[in-house]
């Protein structure tokens, strides 16, 4: 089947500290790989996506790589900011169907000043 | 427009009430879903809309009923609710040249 599995938070780091989440994947066929960002008492954000081997997705100095070889699309920022404490979700979806997302559990990641 | 709207933003109600929840996107997607979200886990699959039509019912009870009445509009119609259906509704939309899904800001329904 599919599935993904997310580093467990929670993550708390010092402003300006460099931050990875962990994310691996098992998929049946070739996905799409997206992280996504949900802040306090708000919906997801799509924070950015990779849809083949080698494709680095990036947006607002977070960078994720899809790695086919050991499966996984890590998500990096070399400098962290108090304003991106969320929840942060990584998230597969196949091309066939109703391309559903399958998503990981989530990490909490708390930045303090 | 890139947004995908909920309405209403909160919403409270006892067992025996019937409500309505609210989707709008007018990006031309085609596609739509509803997700139901607890505290603390990843958003649940619970319907998909392609084209209108409903394609997928993840075994939803039937105090929920899914209606799309065009193509950007999605509602979810609430009856005889559970405590337990208490909880965040997230709409969701998807384009046909990527596969990435757009999401709306959510309901956050409490069933008393």
């Known amino acids: 089947g599919n599935s993904v599995t997310q580093m467990e938070g929670p993550v708390t780091l010092s402003e300006e500290a460099f931050l990875t989440i962990n994310c691996t994947y098992t998929a049946t066929g070739y996905p799409s790989l997206f992280w996504y960002v949900q802040y306090p008492g708000e919906g997801l954000q799509l924070l950015l996506k990779a849809t083949k081997a080698d494709d680095k997705g990036s947006n607002k100095g977070f960078e994720a790589t899809y790695r086919k070889e050991t499966t996984s699309f890590h998500l990096e920022k070399g400098s962290v900011q108090v304003s991106d404490s969320a929840v942060y979700f990584c998230?597969?979806?196949?091309?066939?169907?109703?391309?559903?997302?399958?998503f990981g559990q989530g990490t909490r990641l708390t930045i303090n000043p | 427009d890139t947004e995908v709207t909920q309405t209403p933003k909160h919403l409270v109600m006892g067992m025996t009430n019937k409500k309505s929840l609210k989707c709008e996107q007018h990006?031309?997607?085609?596609?739509m879903y509803w997700y139901k979200q607890k505290a603390k886990k990843p958003p649940e699959l619970m319907f998909v809309?392609?084209?209108?039509?409903?394609?997928i019912n993840e075994s939803v009870p039937s105090r929920f009923s899914p209606e799309c009445p065009n193509s950007s509009l999605l509602n979810l119609h609430l009856h005889a609710l559970q405590p337990e259906d208490s909880a965040l509704y997230l709409c969701a939309s998807r384009g046909t040249r990527g596969n990435e899904q757009f999401f709306g800001p959510g309901t956050r329904l409490t069933v008393l």
């Open positions: 809309y392609s084209y209108e039509k409903l394609s």
């Open positions: 990006m031309g997607h085609r596609a």
């Open positions: 998230a597969l979806s196949l091309i066939q169907g109703a391309q559903k997302l399958v």
